[in-house]
């Protein structure tokens, strides 16, 4: 089971306000006064790439990110990810096993100390972006921070939207913002270094 | 069963007829009229209209095609249809105070304008100016419209030099020929009534034919600067509180229309800005209405609606405005003060917009747009189930009104208890409000002005920033009213509710 931890967010520039991000598109309406969450562009191809490919199984991972507030703005970067390609997966499910948190352990570890773990994505092919019952129970147990998301993407309707905490209340699911930036490892490793494990 | 018709329609320029074969005689002419869509596109033409060569009267769409059988019928371009678009574009960013009614068929548009204008009331005790927030006129638009332009009756009692009740209206500084657009004409109308735009005569000279009023002109001429006042403040008013950058202090859902370039200014458009940017810019130029400000050194503006600029209108930027829309003729024109105040510089361009901010030549890549949010069918997800909208209504506007009106409505009383109810009746008969001049219903809040007792409804002294009555010392003329308004934020008012 996946241990998390409550995290205080890192003060950081919001995206749209620094020069280094470029080519800052949506996918789906920005929900309000809740967290933003600023996907790159590299993930988010991945992604659906993923989805599409294996569709119409499900595929699924975790998204290794930072979390940061600007102002009275709190909102996530998330850099890179974690595909999970063990265990078994279904049309309408797909499960971690505890070899796939193994791998996340030690990617995290060795190669994005720092970052967070911002939570599960996963597809639903043909069925939409809201969290189905046994994803609530999964994001109750699991991801229940306030830096926590779990993303979603319906490959056959190409739709991302994410679900987050507030007040201890599931949001309806908002899109995400899509970056590009002009120095992407330097980027991370800004990310990396803003929290010192 | 009736035959199903042939009905031919001379063109518009009269050289030529189409022929439409009706499928039956019940047919509605609308569907002859999308049948000549093609012929007379939308984007190029605008809505077009039947006319009975005959008579010369305008045909109702939803008339059967029987009923126009064996009769000639004439397309008419930019006439009724293109002037009611034109008033709906202006209704949704004045909303909501801006309503019309036409009856199909008919020439003529019943105009309702919900700004404050001086009306007096003569009583025993003696004449009293008071702010009214309710007018009403009609637009007759001649057989050669638009050549020649409409005609305008002003309905409703009002204490104007340039209006008066009954009689012919017609903008101040307004020239038909310089902008044949009933958008612009109603908007230079509303200017005029609320006093932005008013003609007050010579003080001694020969009567101009422009002053209706030389009483009232003499008035205007020793309050203009607190007329002037009022109407900056009530006719360029943002709707909604901004407390900080729209994004992260409003309620709405937002896109990115393009792509934003990180530390680029972010603007922010509301639907109905985006809406009027692409209806009004296609012909006329206008203010941009919103608020701007800085988180750190990135600037935001956010557009709430767009104000149409009668053309060489030389008023002042308005205090909210933001920046320009400049549309229509004037999109290679300097515009009129894109300055460090009003940094945002849009015009269409192929059908969108383009975006400027300050001196940059460049356009903005990207910006943000208001999304209409569809309630999920799940009501679990929604956190309180109500969709916010970055407007408010203000005011007991005349749906509200109406809807009102049927929920008071008196119930049949029941057989032998008539009298009693009656009596009843009488007694609870809600107030009028002073401003308004709707009732001031159960459950709404509304009160007595302290000073002078006057009623009004809390939403219409909200709106108004002040008393309606001009003699009150909380008078809406004095901009004091609205500073201890807005800095207490309390009503200078006793709220009664009912």
């Known amino acids: ?197 | 069963m009736a035959e199903a018709p042939q009905i031919f329609v001379r063109t518009s320029d009269g050289k030529q007829f189409h022929s439409w074969a009706s499928p039956t005689a019940e047919t509605p002419i609308a569907k002859l009229l999308e049948s000549l869509l093609d012929e007379y596109p939308l984007s190029q033409h605008g809505p077009i209209d039947l006319i009975d060569e005959s008579s010369g009267k305008l045909i109702d769409p939803e008339v059967s095609a029987g009923t126009v059988a064996n009769r000639i019928l004439a397309v008419r371009t930019r006439y009724v249809s293109d002037a009611l678009g034109q008033l709906d574009t202006l209704r949704v960013q004045e909303a909501p105070a801006v309503d019309y009614f036409h009856e199909p068929g008919s020439s003529t548009i019943a105009l309702n304008l919900w700004y404050p204008g001086l009306v007096r009331i003569d009583s025993l005790g003696g004449s009293k100016l008071v702010v009214k927030g309710s007018h009403r006129a009609m637009l007759t638009l001649p057989k050669d419209f638009p050549e020649k332009p409409p005609h305008i009756l002003w309905l409703s009692p009002i204490f104007h030099p340039n209006l008066s009740a009954d009689n012919e209206v017609w903008p101040m500084r307004y020239n038909w020929s310089d902008a044949p657009s009933v958008l612009t004409l109603v908007t230079a109308l509303i200017d005029t009534v609320v006093g932005l735009t008013i003609h007050l005569g010579r003080r001694f000279g020969v009567r101009c034919h422009q002053v209706q009023n030389s009483r009232a002109s003499n008035w205007y001429r020793r309050n203009r600067k607190a007329v002037a006042s009022l109407a900056k403040r009530t006719r360029y008013r943002l709707d909604g509180p901004l407390i900080g950058r729209p994004l992260e202090s409003t309620n709405v859902h937002w896109n990115v229309k393009g792509a934003l370039t990180g530390g680029d200014p972010t603007v922010f458009l509301s639907r109905r800005a985006v809406r009027g940017i692409l209806e009004i810019g296609i012909r006329n130029s206008g203010w941009l209405i919103g608020k701007q400000g800085r988180r750190g050194h990135a600037p935001w503006i956010f557009v709430e609606r767009i104000v149409p600029l009668p053309p060489h209108c030389n008023s002042e930027a308005p205090a909210n405005a933001v920046g320009v829309l400049r549309g229509g003729q004037g999109q290679n024109e300097t515009p009129p003060t894109n300055d460090q105040l009003r940094p945002l510089d849009v015009h269409l361009q192929d059908g969108e917009p383009v975006l400027r901010f300050g001196s940059s030549l460049n356009p903005l890549t990207g910006y943000l747009v208001e999304v209409e949010v569809v309630l999920p069918t799940n009501p679990t997800l929604q956190s309180d189930g109500v969709l916010r909208q970055p407007i408010t209504v203000r005011g007991p506007y005349p749906v509200q009104a109406r809807q009102l009106s049927q929920v008071h409505e008196p119930k049949t009383s029941p057989e032998g208890a008539r009298s009693i109810v009656r009596l009843h009746t009488k007694e609870l008969e809600p107030p009028v409000c002073m401003y308004c001049g709707n009732l001031c219903f159960m459950g709404e809040e509304w009160g007595a002005c302290v000073e002078c007792g006057f009623i009004m409804h809390g939403e219409c002294l909200h709106q108004l920033e002040g008393c309606p009555n001009t003699d009150c010392p909380r008078t809406a003329l004095d901009p004091r009213s609205s500073e201890r308004l807005s800095e207490t934020g309390q009503y200078p008012f006793k709220i009664e509710g009912w």
């Open chain 1, 1 to 197: 089971m996946e241990v998390s931890v409550s995290r205080h967010p890192i003060p950081y520039h919001l995206p749209i306000d620094s020069d280094g991000f470029k080519h800052i598109v949506a996918d789906g309406s920005i929900a309000p006064k809740q967290l933003l969450v600023f996907l790159s562009h590299d993930v988010y191809d991945f992604i659906r790439n993923q989805a599409r490919e294996y569709s119409p199984q499900e595929i699924g991972g975790v998204l290794l990110g930072q979390y940061c507030i600007d102002n009275d703005a709190r909102f996530l970067i998330v850099p890179t990810a974690v595909a999970c390609d063990l265990g078994s997966a279904t049309p309408v499910s797909i499960q971690f096993p505890p070899e796939f948190w193994q791998r996340v352990e030690e990617v995290h570890a060795s190669e994005f100390p720092g970052l967070l773990r911002i939570g599960p994505y996963h597809s639903h092919p043909g069925y939409g972006i809201h969290p189905s019952g046994t994803d609530r129970t999964t994001i109750l147990n699991a991801f229940s921070k306030p830096h926590h998301i779990s993303l979603i993407y319906d490959p056959h309707s190409d739709q991302i939207g994410f679900t987050c905490w507030d007040d201890g209340v599931l949001q309806t699911p908002s899109g995400c913002f899509i970056y590009e930036h002009k120095q992407p490892e330097d980027l991370v490793r800004q990310l990396m270094d803003a929290r010192p494990e």
